[in-house]
C-alpha cells in the first residue's frame, strides 16, 4: 500500500511541475514577456489543435502507418540479427562494428539521400525508420542473450538440450526485460524518424504538414503537432508496458 500511495504522490507531483509550467508560459505569453508570434500561448495552442483536428488526424495517421512499417520491419530485423550474432560468433565479429557505424550517421544527412534513391512516397520514410530503430533492439537482445546464466546453460547442455532448447527457456526469456526497455526507445524513434523524413519530402504526414504552417508563420499549429507528436509517443510506450505485462506475469508475481 506504500508503494502504491509513492507512485501517486510521484505521478501528482509530476503532474503539478506540468501545470506550472503551462501557467507560467501562459501568463508569458498573455502579457507580452515573450512574443505571441513566437511562443503563443497554451489556449492558443489548444484552439489551433482543436480547430485543425480533422487534418492533424489525417496526416497522424499516414505518420502511425509509417512508424508501424518501419517499426515492425527494424524490431524482426534486429531480432534476426542479435539470434544470427548470438549463436555465430564470426557474423559478430563481422557485423556488430558496421550496425554501431550506421548509428554514427546523422538521420538528417540520411534523409535527403532516400529521397533521391527512392522518391517521396512511403518507401524512404520505411527505410529510414528500420535504420533508427533496429539498433537498440539488436543491441539490446544480444546483451540480454549474452547474460544468460551460464550454469543454468551448462545443466541443460548435459541434460542434453539443443541450443533451440537452451534458447527458448533460457536466454529468450531472460532477455524480454531487455528487449522491451529497447522497445519503448524504438517506438519513440519511430514516429520522431517519421516526421524527420516527412521533412524532406513528401505529400502528406505529420512532418509535411509541420512544414508547411512553419511556411505560413502559424506557429500555434506548429506547437499543436508538436504536442500531438509527443502524445502519440507517450501513448506508444505506455502500449509498450501493457504488453510487457502481459508477456512478462511473472514480474508482477516476484514483485
Known amino acids: 500500500m506504500t508503494k502504491k500511495l509513492q507512485n501517486i504522490t510521484s505521478k501528482a507531483w509530476s503532474l503539478a511541475a506540468v501545470i506550472a509550467i503551462l501557467i507560467i508560459w501562459q501568463i508569458a505569453s498573455s502579457t507580452?514577456?515573450?512574443?505571441?508570434?513566437?511562443?503563443?500561448?497554451p489556449t492558443a495552442v489548444v484552439?489551433?489543435?482543436?480547430?485543425d483536428f480533422p487534418a492533424l488526424?489525417?496526416?497522424?495517421?499516414?505518420?502511425?502507418?509509417?512508424?508501424?512499417?518501419?517499426?515492425?520491419?527494424g524490431v524482426a530485423i534486429g531480432f534476426i540479427m542479435a539470434v544470427l550474432m548470438d549463436r555465430f560468433r564470426h557474423l559478430y565479429q563481422a557485423f556488430y562494428p558496421?550496425?554501431?557505424?550506421?548509428?554514427?550517421?546523422?538521420?538528417?544527412?540520411?534523409?535527403?539521400?532516400?529521397?533521391?534513391?527512392?522518391g517521396y512516397e512511403m518507401m524512404p520514410k520505411i527505410i529510414l525508420i528500420v535504420i533508427v530503430t533496429f539498433f537498440p533492439v539488436t543491441v539490446s537482445l544480444l546483451e540480454g542473450f549474452r547474460s544468460a546464466d551460464q550454469d543454468t546453460i551448462q545443466l541443460l547442455r548435459s541434460m542434453g538440450a539443443s541450443q533451440v532448447q537452451i534458447f527458448r527457456y533460457v536466454k529468450f526469456p531472460g532477455a524480454l526485460n531487455r528487449f522491451f526497455s529497447s522497445l519503448r526507445i524504438a517506438v519513440s524513434y519511430a514516429v520522431v524518424g517519421a516526421?524527420?523524413?516527412?521533412?524532406?519530402?513528401?505529400f502528406e504526414g505529420l512532418g509535411v504538414y509541420m512544414t508547411r504552417v512553419k511556411q505560413a508563420f502559424a506557429f500555434d499549429k506548429m506547437f499543436a503537432v508538436i504536442f500531438l507528436i509527443s502524445a502519440i509517443s507517450?501513448?506508444?510506450?505506455?502500449l509498450v508496458d501493457r504488453i510487457q505485462k502481459w508477456c512478462m506475469p511473472w514480474e508482477k508475481a516476484e514483485k
Do not use: D, H, Y
Not at 32 to 37: A, C, H, K, S
Not at 99 to 112: E, H, K, N, S
Not at 234 to 238: E, F, G, H, K, V
Open 32 to 41: 507580452g514577456l515573450v512574443l505571441e508570434f513566437m511562443l503563443p500561448a
Open 47 to 51: 484552439k489551433a489543435f482543436f480547430e
Open 57 to 73: 488526424m489525417t496526416n497522424a495517421r499516414v505518420t502511425l502507418l509509417e512508424a508501424f512499417a518501419g517499426l515492425l520491419l
Open 98 to 118: 558496421l550496425i554501431v557505424l550506421t548509428q554514427t550517421i546523422p538521420t538528417v544527412a540520411i534523409a535527403p539521400l532516400l529521397v533521391l534513391w527512392f
Open 195 to 202: 516526421v524527420i523524413s516527412e521533412w524532406l519530402g513528401g
Open 234 to 238: 507517450l501513448i506508444l510506450m505506455w
